[in-house]
Structures are given as structure tokens and as C-alpha cells.
């Protein structure tokens, strides 16, 4: 146990990154892809404020804290959220919410994984990932909040960024106002129809809104262009099966 503390203090430090990068493994070229990616979209999108939901172990926080002002991370394991307080000791713009989100306040159990990255609150991701060979690390139960009373709390962002391992579609139903732009995890053609439904969701609290989706750490969006829900539902059905974050962008026009 004492070895597993010291291991999650160490992946939550800087010097992962740099041990990383002087072995040249995949950690920290995905970690340059993301500051490319997003160092692009924020600039093209004004983003300064940041709400990063699932936050793990603050990879992605990390590279939000270096290119926004403001930045959330609602990670909703107590033990992975010690090692964000940890990592994020020093940078004040950056704020660790211990809670999970979802349709309404109240609390739900999350089920640990051997693998922090895979802890969830969707029993049927849970399952998936077991038929994946992920193994079962306990489960604990956790609060549960929405992002409308994190909204309430913390202000409006300029973009929430959703990465819950199933659990997206509970989380976005507790939101209730447009943001200028969310991205979310889409697990096709397991989750296709919670994409769709969110896909519908965002629709509705947007009707101008536009999408795009990234393909795991790519440098660039797939579409040259931002889409209409329809147009993306059918090429996701395409493209399946495989995993990507979804962007969806709030339209002036």
C-alpha cells in the first residue's frame, strides 16, 4: 500500500514528465500533442477558464494550468484526488473539486480499477472494461454533484472538458445552459447511443452549436471543419468501433 501511495505521488509529479521525456516514451510525446492541440483551440476560442471533469491524475489540467487562467479538476476518487492536491500545490490558478458529477446531488458508487484511468460510476463501463482484462480495485462511495452547482459555485467556463468512462451522458443531463465549448469521451460503438443522446442534448441547449472529434492524442481535429449533429452521428457510425473525445463548439452564426 505504501508503495502505491508513493507511486501515484511520483505520476503526479513534474518529474514523470521529465523522466519521460529523457527515456523518449509515449507519455511525454502525447503530452506535447495535447499542449499543440489545445494551446491551438483555446487561442481560436478565447478559453481562460477551464473546467476539467474526471480529471485523473491532471495530465490534462496540467497543460490547461500552462495556457488558461482558471482551472477545475472534479475528480471524483479521494485517493487519486491527493495526488492532484499534490501536484497542483503551487499553481494557484488551479482548483481540485473531490466529487463526482451527475444528473442530481446525492451520492453513487465508483468502481476502482487497477488503473486509475479506468475508474468509473457507469456499471456498464465497468463491465466493458473487465471483458478488456481491466481488473477490479474495490469500489467506495463518493458525493455526487452536477455541473450546474459547480457552475453556481466556481463561475462559467469557457470550456468543460468531460472524460468520466461512461458516465458522460449523467453528467451532461445536470447541465442546463449553453457553453461556448465542452468536449466529451465517446466509447463507439459501446456508448454510440449515450452519444447520440448527448449529441441531442448539446443541440438543444445550443441550436447553433457545431462539433468536431479528436482520435485519441491526434494533433489536429478529424473534420477541417465543425460539423451539425447529424452529420457527425453518421460519421461516427462509420468510423466505429473506436474512442475520441467529441468538441462541441458554440456557433455566433
Known sequence: MMLKKLYQLYRCSSWYESVSRLRGTPYAKAMDCDREFFGLFFKSNAIRSVFDVGANVGDKAAVFSEIAERVLCVEADPRTAIGLKARFTFRRQVVIENVAVGARVGSAKLFRKNHAGFNTLSKKWSDAAGNQGVSDAGAVDVAVTTLDLLIGKHGIPDFIKIDVEGFELPAI??????????????????????????????????????FNFRIMEARTFNSPSFINGDTLISRLADLSPFTCDIFAVASDS
Do not use: Y
Open 173 to 210: 443531463c445536470g447541465l442546463t445552459r449553453s457553453i461556448k465549448a465542452l468536449s466529451f469521451e465517446a466509447n463507439i460503438p459501446t456508448f454510440f447511443d449515450e452519444t447520440k443522446t448527448i449529441i441531442g442534448k448539446l443541440s438543444e441547449l445550443q441550436p447553433r452549436v457545431r
